[in-house]
Nanobody, 115 residues
Framework: QVQLVESGGGVVQPGRSLRLSCTASRNIFSCDHMGWYRQAKGKERELVATITTNSRPNYPDSVKGRFTVSRDNARNTVYLQMNILKPEDTAVYYC?????????WGQGTQVTVSS
């Protein structure tokens, strides 16, 4: 099992930046991959970024070039640097870890982009 705790959400103006953190209760190197998803009100949860054990990232076109996912194995933490934020980025952001074929989720952190 793995517990995930996100932090770093908040309210920010369009064009600004935020960094989310996700700290795991165990060594994240044991996870197949980790990532971030988001869910806006009334919409389905969608992929934001994933990162493999050897730090290979993957992004959908909606955030490519603006968001960067990284990991610090020594701190059991995954980060999501979000730049040039847009109102459509408003959502609850969830950390995800895949361990032995099982998906684990954090409790989510709200990101609101509004002027």
């Amino acid at each position: 099992q793995v517990q995930l705790v996100e932090s770093g959400g908040g309210v920010v103006q369009p064009g600004r930046s935020l960094r989310l953190s996700c700290t795991a209760s165990r060594n994240i190197f044991s996870c197949d991959h980790m990532g971030w998803y988001r869910q806006a009100k009334g919409k389905e949860r969608e992929l934001v970024a994933t990162i493999t054990t050897n730090s290979r990232p993957n992004y959908p076109d909606s955030v490519k070039g603006r968001f960067t996912v990284s990991r610090d194995n020594a701190r059991n933490t995954v980060y999501l640097q979000m730049n040039i934020l847009k109102p459509e980025d408003t959502a609850v952001y969830y950390c995800n870890a895949m361990l032995l074929g099982i998906n684990y989720w954090g409790q989510g952190t709200q990101v609101t982009v509004s002027s």
